[in-house]
């Protein structure tokens, strides 16, 4: 299929897919006698696993270390310990981001209790304070 029809099926730019081929996700496509590109039928498939991917946290290069030349040669077992890495790395991320909305409403609950005559700049160091204290600083 030539690229813009793997563009309109993907709902992938034309350049995009031209920048993954380059990045070496894609396989280089074949040219035609007129030069344009085409791309095998699973390009497709392989456009998919690697936009889930990015939405999944992994990083270009985190991709390209575990998408095989072909499809049906999966290393299975460094597949289940990237995917775990990655799980563990997301929790992490859940765990920092929750401290993080703690802080955040803990500081609109004191900023709504400050006193109209109350020093802001003092306000601010011992807002700034406790965050360090429950983030443990």
Request: proline content about 3%; glycine content about 8%.
């Amino acid at each position: 299929m030539k690229i813009g029809e793997l563009a309109r099926l993907s709902g992938v730019a034309a350049s995009r897919i031209r920048f993954y081929e380059a990045s070496g996700l894609l396989q280089p496509a074949q040219r035609q006698a007129n030069g344009y590109r085409e791309y095998a039928p699973e390009t497709l498939t392989r456009l998919e696993i690697i936009l889930r991917a990015q939405n999944a946290g992994f990083s270009l290069d985190e991709i390209r270390a575990i998408l095989p030349t072909r499809l049906n040669d999966w290393p299975r077992e460094k597949l289940i310990e990237v995917l775990r890495r990655k799980a563990g790395e997301i929790e992490l991320l859940e765990q920092r981001l929750a401290g993080t909305r703690r802080d955040l409403l803990a500081l609109a609950h004191d900023i709504e209790n400050l006193a109209d005559d109350e020093d802001c700049s003092g306000h601010a160091r011992h807002v700034l304070g406790q965050m360090d204290q429950r983030s443990g600083r």
